[in-house]
């Protein structure tokens, strides 16, 4: 089946560690990107990538880091500078950055930072 | 940034009622997407507008895209359990990014 697989979907870790999340997708999508949620709230992009080896901050970059090696996959790391890294990430893609070109969202990770 | 407010935040739903939400918007923008989040999982996409004023449906949901394009909403008909859950209305900003409004948590009332 085609989509996108993020792993784990729970990830537990002690403050000051940092840890990377997993997103893949077999769509054969260009483009990539990361969202946080926090309770109560709608997303807001960390990241994306339209093409491999090529990515671009979003509006709360600050803390992560990601990296775009293969079209297939496009790993998170929250790192320990992130203040507050308790939240639940979602990874999407895309066919492309033009219009019709919409995004399809993972099953999501729920961070807890102990 | 881009701000967009949807309402109402919440609301209770009995089966077969028809619900009503929308999502406005201080700025002009040509794309607005509705998505349906259940609990601990990714948006689903709804329904895609690309042409102001325009009127779309998937089933028993219909979204109109405002003719000010400040604006849209979706209307969901004879709603069943399986509604529940938190909408979402976003619009697209340059390069296909999209900003997200905060969501309707649509409930069963007891």
């Known amino acids: 089946d085609g989509g996108i697989t993020q792993s784990p979907k729970y990830l537990f870790r002690k403050e000051g560690q940092n840890v990377t999340l997993s997103c893949e997708q077999n769509l054969n999508h260009d483009a990539m990107y990361w969202y946080r949620q926090d309770p109560g709230q709608g997303l807001r992009l960390i990241y994306y990538?339209?093409?491999?080896?090529?990515?671009q901050k979003g509006d709360i970059a600050e803390g992560y880091s990601v990296s775009r090696e293969k079209k297939e996959s496009f790993p998170l790391t929250v790192t320990s500078a992130q203040k507050n890294p308790t939240a639940f990430y979602l990874c999407a893609s895309s066919m492309g950055l033009a219009l019709y070109n919409e995004q399809f969202f993972g099953p999501g990770t729920r961070l807890t930072v102990l | 940034g881009q701000q967009l407010n949807q309402s109402p935040q919440s609301m209770f739903i009995q089966e077969g009622e028809d619900v009503s939400m929308n999502c406005t918007s201080s700025?002009?923008?040509?794309?607005w997407l509705w998505y349906k989040q259940d609990p601990g999982e990714g948006p689903v996409l709804l329904i895609a507008l690309y042409k102001a004023g325009e009127l779309t449906s998937n089933g028993r949901l219909t979204a109109q895209f405002g003719i000010t394009r400040k604006d849209s909403f979706l209307n969901i008909s004879a709603s069943i359990p399986s509604d529940v859950g938190i909408y979402f209305c976003?619009?697209?900003?340059?390069?296909?990014?999209?900003?997200f409004g905060g969501g309707t948590r649509l409930m069963v009332k007891p």
């Open positions: 700025s002009i923008f040509n794309t």
């Open positions: 990538s339209q093409i491999v080896n090529d990515f």
């Open positions: 976003a619009v697209k900003t340059a390069g296909n990014m999209l900003t």
